[in-house]
């Protein structure tokens, strides 16, 4: 009996301190990034308004990051998920509906056949979708030096800017951040590495550090209607919200509602609680 | 099946139907006056909560269907469409994905909870394989989904999982050829994915049907992991366990909703949300985290098919656990030192899960490695000796017995019972 004991004590002090050993690992592990950033610069942190469970856009950043848009961005980058009556709907930059007409009207879209069979070219209407600045990506690739300006309809989703599986589930993946510390994150300085990049920038915000962009924004390129001066940071910033809602253009619906349904659900769950124990209070159980 | 039918009324017209087809008499039996073990705790509570999960998958599944468009040049921008044209579409995509992680969630508790209270052994051995057979169904749904908003991690996670059989002997490259119905995942892929993605929840209600059918012939384990002695011992599932099982209910859907509209991406890949492009490989390929502890076992060995082979064999091992368990006593409760083995499995399959989403180069590798080795080892020869060697505490006589001694005082409980070795 005793040997039988002694051994079981015995592993059961190894089992606890294996527990804790593993405990411990697995500490380390939540801590460190999963995916590995490489030399990429984690992205800065901003403070958008539509971060937290109550945060909203903000009409006025909403709408002079789309005049970023369609004034920068726009001349190389598509943004084929959006239609132009987009920019009248709630939720978003909210533009009157004659005004979104007339920046419809400013593009050109082919339509047809007509009644005589032909295609023909007429002012594009806000139920159309953006027009792209290239007819297909060979032509946008020719015109930027062999690399493609990625559609930026949903690039504020598709990219993290931060990393770690804490990390983004209190910051959020960060991809608005990423976007403005890539277009902030241009340095003169590039450390020399004895490789030649060509006509890449150095941007250590973009992954491999060396990007075909060249540095989209200069201080006062655009006019804001609303007399904002244009900085680069508040440019980047306007436009980085700009396309966080273009990627998520549901955003306040679904936290409006989400909250509804927390607080319905928790009172729901309240109730239920009680009616459980008044039905088990006469069981022993 | 345990329980008959007491089931009256004077409903002429029931009475007609219940004549003919005792559907009444039958709910009546198992789905009210079932007799239930009066101690189970909230970790019994997931059983509701995965059948509730599969209906809702159901549902908001079919009303997807109305609005995706299985076409590689279509998928991803009908999935766009869903999100912003069609109403509340962004609400029932985001169920649907949110939902795909929450029935996993909620499956590996179920499971770890069958474990620990050893109610995968006689007489519910057959149970518990039907419990396998839907995981694997549940896999197969949950990876074929997936690939159908034909993002990045979509295109090249369908590639990446597919190759694998390529790895058969002799026949492999052509196993992948007729997988893919062509010579790389393409559109008669997405066609036959979306095909059975929509048959196999259908096939899950099956299986299903025949779990639930399993455990009303046996009737529930319970937390002493001690048989139902007396009528004592049992209440029926009406109103006590439906409600305690809606209670649980409404706490998931809590932390379900949460996801939904507050995490609603977490669960996924950023990179996901950028349209397949057959041409550029994405950095890291790595699957939803429900599959990260098979994809960290499948990467832990440097040969392909010895790796699929212990992919595979890591969840067929579940299947003769029955046996593998060579202890008589079914719950940990009075298993010390399996109880404490119990949460080193829990442990290395969340670090294997943490490797799985890491590149299997140096440390990762490593520990993935012996995170593999452990698991095996956990089953194939922890399991069978704990049986042989360990020497269980004494176990009250009932489950009524049970009962009484944990309220007579929190600090007694059934370790002050004299060694009843109580016949389980
Ligand atoms: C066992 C139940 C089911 C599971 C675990 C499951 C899982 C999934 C997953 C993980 C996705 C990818 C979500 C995303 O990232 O977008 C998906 C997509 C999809 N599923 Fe299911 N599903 C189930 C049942 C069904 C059923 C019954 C249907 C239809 C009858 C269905 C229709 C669809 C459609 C149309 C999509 C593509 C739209 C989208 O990606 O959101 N699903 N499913």
């Known amino acids: 009996m005793t040997a039988a004991s002694e051994g079981r004590k015995f592993t059961m002090t190894t089992l606890k301190q294996l527990t804790a050993a593993a405990g411990f690992v697995l500490a380390a592990l939540c801590i460190s990034p999963v995916l590995a950033a490489g030399d990429t610069h984690e992205a800065k942190d901003v403070d958008f308004s539509f971060e937290g469970p109550f945060g909203n856009f903000d009409r006025g950043e909403l709408q002079r990051g789309f005049q970023v848009f369609i004034e920068v961005c726009g001349q190389c980058h598509s943004m084929n998920y959006l239609n132009y009556r987009n920019l009248a709907e709630e939720g978003g930059p909210e533009f009157p509906e004659d005004q979104v007409k007339a920046i419809a009207a400013e593009f050109m879209v082919m339509d047809g056949p007509d009644a005589e069979g032909e295609m023909f070219e007429r002012p594009a209407k806000p139920s159309d979708f953006f027009v792209a600045p290239f007819p297909n990506v060979e032509a946008a690739r020719a015109s930027n030096g062999g690399a493609y300006p990625p559609d930026l309809s949903l690039l504020a989703k598709a990219r993290a800017g931060y990393h770690g599986t804490w990390n983004q589930f209190i910051n959020g993946a960060g991809g608005a951040e990423f976007i403005y510390s890539v277009l902030t994150g241009y340095e003169e300085e590039a450390p020399d590495d004895g490789e030649d990049h060509g006509a890449l920038a150095y941007n250590p915000y973009f992954p491999g550090s060396w990007i075909a962009m060249p540095q989209p924004l200069f201080e006062d390129m655009v006019e804001y209607a609303d007399g904002t001066t244009a900085s680069v940071e508040q440019m980047s910033r306007d436009v980085s919200a700009f396309l966080m809602w273009a990627a998520e253009p549901k955003l306040e619906a679904r936290k409006r509602i989400g909250f509804q349904v927390i607080i319905y659900l928790i009172v729901l769950s309240g109730l239920l609680y009680f009616v459980k124990r008044k039905i088990w209070a006469n069981v022993d159980h | 099946m345990a329980g008959h039918s007491n089931f009256e009324t004077n409903n002429p017209l029931i009475k007609w139907v219940e004549t003919r087809l005792p559907i009444f008499g039958l709910m009546q039996s198992q789905a009210m006056d079932f007799p239930t073990p009066k101690n189970l705790n909230y970790w019994w509570t997931?059983?509701?909560?995965?059948?509730?999960?599969?209906?809702?998958?159901?549902?908001?599944?079919?009303?997807?269907?109305?609005?995706?468009?299985?076409?590689?040049?279509?998928?991803?921008?009908?999935?766009?469409?869903?999100?912003?044209?069609?109403?509340?579409?962004?609400?029932?995509?985001?169920?649907?994905?949110?939902?795909?992680?929450?029935?996993?969630?909620?499956?590996?508790?179920?499971?770890?909870?069958?474990?620990?209270?050893?109610?995968?052994?006689?007489?519910?051995?057959?149970?518990?394989?039907?419990?396998?057979?839907?995981?694997?169904?549940?896999?197969?749904?949950?990876?074929?989904?997936?690939?159908?908003?034909?993002?990045?991690?979509?295109?090249?996670?369908?590639?990446?999982?597919?190759?694998?059989?390529?790895?058969?002997?002799?026949?492999?490259?052509?196993?992948?050829?007729?997988?893919?119905?062509?010579?790389?995942?393409?559109?008669?892929?997405?066609?036959?994915?979306?095909?059975?993605?929509?048959?196999?929840?259908?096939?899950?209600?099956?299986?299903?049907?025949?779990?639930?059918?399993?455990?009303?012939?046996?009737?529930?384990?319970?937390?002493?992991?001690?048989?139902?002695?007396?009528?004592?011992?049992?209440?029926?599932?009406?109103?006590?366990?439906?409600?305690?099982?809606?209670?649980?209910?409404?706490?998931?859907?809590?932390?379900?909703?949460?996801?939904?509209?507050?995490?609603?991406?977490?669960?996924?890949?950023?990179?996901?949300?950028?349209?397949?492009?057959?041409?550029?490989?994405?950095?890291?390929?790595?699957?939803?985290?429900?599959?990260?502890?098979?994809?960290?076992?499948?990467?832990?060995?440097?040969?392909?098919?010895?790796?699929?082979?212990?992919?595979?064999?890591?969840?067929?091992?579940?299947?003769?656990?029955?046996?593998?368990?060579?202890?008589?006593?079914?719950?940990?409760?009075?298993?010390?030192?399996?109880?404490?083995?119990?949460?080193?499995?829990?442990?290395?399959?969340?670090?294997?899960?943490?490797?799985?989403?890491?590149?299997?180069?140096?440390?990762?590798?490593?520990?993935?490695?012996?995170?593999?080795?452990?698991?095996?080892?956990?089953?194939?020869?922890?399991?069978?000796?704990?049986?042989?060697?360990?020497?269980?505490?004494?176990?009250?006589?009932?489950?009524?017995?049970?009962?009484?001694?944990?309220?007579?005082?929190?600090?007694?409980?059934?370790?002050?019972?004299?060694?009843?070795?109580?016949?389980?």
């Open chain 2, 46 to 424: 997931f059983g509701g909560i995965l059948t509730f999960c599969l209906a809702v998958q159901i549902v908001v599944g079919i009303v997807l269907a109305m609005h995706y468009t299985p076409h590689v040049d279509m998928a991803f921008g009908s999935v766009e469409h869903i999100m912003r044209n069609v109403n509340y579409g962004w609400m029932l995509r985001y169920i649907h994905a949110t939902g795909g992680s929450m029935f996993f969630i909620a499956v590996y508790i179920h499971m770890f909870r069958g474990m620990y209270y050893g109610s995968y052994k006689e007489p519910r051995e057959l149970l518990w394989i039907l419990g396998v057979v839907i995981l694997l169904v549940m896999m197969a749904t949950a990876f074929l989904g997936y690939v159908l908003p034909w993002g990045q991690m979509s295109f090249w996670g369908a590639k990446v999982i597919t190759s694998l059989f390529s790895a058969v002997p002799l026949v492999g490259e052509d196993l992948v050829v007729w997988l893919w119905g062509g010579f790389s995942v393409d559109n008669p892929t997405l066609n036959r994915f979306y095909s059975l993605h929509y048959l196999l929840p259908f096939v899950l209600v099956g299986v299903v049907f025949l779990h639930i059918w399993a455990l009303h012939v046996t009737g529930n384990n319970n937390p002493t992991g001690i048989s139902v002695k007396s009528e004592q011992d049992t209440i029926s599932f009406h109103p006590y366990y439906t409600m305690k099982d809606a209670f649980a209910m409404a706490l998931f859907v809590l932390v379900f909703a949460f996801f939904v509209f507050y995490k609603p991406n977490y669960l996924g890949h950023p990179i996901n949300y950028q349209e397949a492009d057959p041409l550029v490989t994405p950095e890291h390929i790595v699957p939803e985290w429900y599959f990260l502890p098979f994809y960290a076992i499948l990467r832990s060995i440097p040969h392909k098919l010895l790796g699929v082979i212990a992919m595979f064999a890591s969840i067929f091992v579940l299947v003769i656990l029955p046996w593998l368990d060579t202890s008589r006593v079914r719950s940990a409760r009075y298993r010390p030192i399996f109880k404490q083995f119990f949460w080193l499995l829990v442990i290395d399959c969340v670090i294997l899960g943490f490797v799985g989403a890491n590149p299997p180069e140096g440390t990762w590798l490593l520990v993935g490695q012996i995170g593999t080795a452990y698991y095996f080892l956990h089953f194939l020869v922890i399991i069978p000796l704990l049986g042989l060697i360990e020497t269980p505490k004494p176990r009250p006589t009932s489950i009524s017995q049970a009962v009484l001694d944990a309220n007579k005082g929190k600090g007694g409980g059934a370790d002050a019972v004299p060694s009843a070795q109580a016949a389980e």
